[in-house]
């Protein structure tokens, strides 16, 4: 194991520009980055609530593992995260998905000390964290950022996997799937424990899936889950498949239509194919425009192991954007 003491954090070098860890004091300024850097990379927004549940994550401490840096006129410009989640079984994982820089500071330099300090904080914290785990860099793109891509792939990382992004008009017709004899629904809410237990068994054979933490799963359920909209399956008292979904208000504006997300959906190996999903999402999907919602969306490995993006076109589902996952090996 390398200890931390000999990975040494790049020093940046950009005239004018100071750089310190962030503190909650910044979020306004952090979802301003974000704003800013959302409306030319067409990104998911966040607001204020979303960033502070960073400090609530105890995997990871912003004091350590991230970096801000402001311009002369002490507007921040650059925001750096090291997110190493917790309760990874097989690989440990490190991602990169709310690193932002500003469009006035964008440069080949500034974007390669990123990268270079970002990866050198996961490195220490894998060896803080005396992590024998395999570890794994992880980036997502939407698929025509070409140049955010080859920037990657020049600096050694390649691209493992598409996901698509999916979306279904609501005011077509949505024809019910009945749920299979003896599977009762219930309320989401009732059951997160249980929900959370299916999600990491129907995920375990899904590429770049790992299993999710009690933290990580209650500090997702907050204001923007949608529990009308989402419902654990039970066959008896065993918990077999869910649907979870989330609802963002700030990012209506960029599509131009109200929508709400299918964020998680699965079934347990033991009932897969027998329309449980199938049934979960329709009844979700009926409540969404019961309540004026315009647009389902969701996302899809475009190499499912499960079939998934079949189910979801049977849905009414079609294809919005696509994204790539870049990974590079510790």
């Known amino acids: 194991m390398v200890s931390p003491e000999t990975i040494s954090l790049p020093e940046p070098q950009f005239e004018g520009m100071s750089w ?29 609530s979303e960033v502070l549940d960073w400090w ?19 507007e ?19 991602f990169g998905y709310q690193n932002q820089v500003h469009l006035r500071v964008r440069s080949e330099a500034m974007h390669r000390f990123i990268l270079d300090w970002w990866e050198a904080r996961g490195r220490q914290r894998l060896s803080e964290d005396q992590n024998t785990l395999p570890g794994k860099f992880v980036h997502y793109r939407i698929a025509d950022q070409d ?25 077509a017709p949505i024809a019910a799937v009945e749920t299979p004899e003896g599977i009762t629904v219930h309320p989401f809410d009732d059951h997160r424990s249980q929900a ?14 790992q299993p999710i933490s009690v933290e990580k799963w209650e500090l997702h359920l ?4 949608e529990p009308d909209a989402s419902f654990v399956a039970f066959d008896g008292d065993d918990p077999v498949a869910y649907v979870l979904c989330g609802t963002y208000p700030h990012d209506f504006g960029d599509r131009g239509w109200s929508h709400t997300w299918v964020e998680g959906a699965g079934t347990v190996r033991s009932h897969r194919r027998r329309g449980l999903v199938s049934a979960l ?9 019961e309540g004026g919602m315009e647009y389902a969306i969701l996302g899809v490995d475009a190499e499912s192991p499960t079939g998934a ?10 294809e919005l954007r696509r994204e790539v996952a870049l990974t590079k090996k510790v």
Request: charged share 25%; hydrophobic share 40%.
């Open 196 to 209: 959370r237990l299916v999600h990491n068994d129907a995920f375990r054979d899904h590429w770049g899936s």
């Open 147 to 171: 140049d955010q891509i080859h920037f990657l792939t020049s600096h050694g990382y390649e691209i493992a996997r598409y996901f698509h992004d999916l979306n279904r008009d609501l005011s």
């Open 56 to 74: 609530a994550d105890s995997s990871n401490d912003p004091a350590d593992d991230a970096l801000l840096g402001f311009d002369a006129s002490g």
């Open 222 to 225: 907050d204001k923007f889950f």
């Open 76 to 94: 921040l410009v650059v925001s750096i995260w090291t997110l190493v989640p917790d309760g990874d079984e097989s690989t440990q994982r490190i």
């Open 309 to 318: 993006y079949g189910v979801y076109e049977a849905l009414g589902f079609r």
């Open 281 to 289: 999402i329709t009844r979700a999907m009926q409540v969404m425009a």
């Open 20 to 48: 310190r860890p962030p503190q909650k004091s910044d979020v306004p300024a952090i979802v301003a980055l974000q704003d800013a850097c959302c409306d030319v990379d067409r990104d998911e927004r966040l607001v204020e």
